[in-house]
């Protein structure tokens, strides 16, 4: 039986991977912060399919306990500072988490077990301030948030583990990937969850920063086997994640609220709020991810459609229930 560690397990892309990795057979474990408030609520239905450990990005000693006692075949880091907004209201601890916590990880590695494959979640919030379109794993890093360029840290310290001690270290460059398990601070549920409310005449508007800017959308749910392929290779590599399609937050807004049945959106929602705009933008992400379907055999199933669809029907089912 295979053994995989997952560290944060508890969020979105977590909670698929640890559901993908138990239908395939492996011992999960996953590590956990504690905190004073428990936060299992993606996780609660394979709870006691799963082994909790307790640790920490910022603590060595404790990410070292969590490889040493699970004994993993592969570690999967997923946890992170993951808000890019934060990220300017907290530069420094986004580094601490998202940049350093990588090298804990590997250093972990290193130095208990250097044949432990390895999965680094990289991001598109790298390219930033695009130099080409679509983007690829070799276009040019130009991160545009505290978040980015944490995250370009983590990509490279990657890539050195695996040139430096030979170690199978992959990182894949996920473009935005979202599900019903998305958090509500991200806008993508923030537009179908208040779409959902607003439907039931729980609230009356929205509020937005601007509608222009372009994302690259996918489903977590297909870009979690993804980023287990990597690992099943002969030889570590990164790659881009991506479903080749961008759209505008207008588009998401338009279609979220006519799968909840409001017919004109403009009556709900308040954008170019002040509040709500980024310090630097990043305008214009699509990603070019035919390494992956080349090397890995995958391609996303799920459509832009289909997942905010999927997203606004879940939200009227978790609002109604309320």
Not at 67 to 72: A, D, Q, V
Not at 234 to 241: F, G, L, N, R, S
Not at 267 to 293: N, Q, T, W
Request: glycine share 8%; with cysteine.
């Amino acid at each position: 039986m295979k053994k995989a560690l997952i560290t944060g397990i508890t969020g979105q892309d977590g909670s698929y991977l640890a559901e993908l990795l138990l239908s395939k057979g492996y011992k999960v474990y996953g590590l956990t912060r504690r905190t004073s408030t428990v936060n299992n609520e993606r996780i609660q239905h394979i709870e006691d399919k799963i082994t909790l450990l307790q640790g920490d990005l910022l603590d060595q000693s404790s990410l070292s306990s969590a490889i040493l006692e699970s004994e993993p075949d592969e570690v999967y880091n997923l946890a992170a500072q993951s808000f890019v907004k934060t990220s300017w209201n907290q530069p420094v601890l986004t580094g601490e988490f998202t940049a350093l916590g990588v090298t804990r990880l590997l250093e972990g590695i290193r130095t208990i077990n250097p044949k432990i494959k390895f999965y680094q979640a990289s991001s598109s919030e790298m390219f930033g301030k695009v130099t080409e379109s679509p983007q690829k794993e070799t276009t040019r890093f130009h991160p545009r948030s505290p978040y980015g360029v944490a995250k370009v840290y983590g990509h490279y310290i990657t890539v050195n583990y695996r040139e430096s001690y030979g170690i199978f270290a992959c990182s894949g460059i996920l473009f935005n990937h979202e599900s019903p398990r998305r958090g509500l601070e991200f806008v993508t549920r923030k537009v179908t969850h208040s779409a959902a409310r607003i439907k039931l005449g729980k609230q009356k508007t929205m509020e937005l920063g601007s509608l222009e800017p372009k994302r690259d959308w996918g489903f977590a749910g297909d870009y979690v086997e993804a980023i287990w392929l990597m690992l099943q290779q002969e030889k570590a590599d990164d790659y881009v994640i991506a479903s080749g399609e961008n759209h505008s937050v207008r588009e998401l807004v338009e279609l979220a609220f006519s799968f909840a049945g409001i017919k004109d959106w403009r009556k709900h929602v308040i954008f170019d709020k002040e509040e709500h705009m980024r310090p630097a933008e990043v305008d214009y992400l699509i990603g070019d991810a035919s390494k992956a379907k080349e090397k890995l055999g995958w391609k996303p199933k799920t459509s832009f459609k289909q997942l905010v669809e999927m997203m606004v029907k879940a939200d009227l089912e978790l609002e109604r229930s309320k």
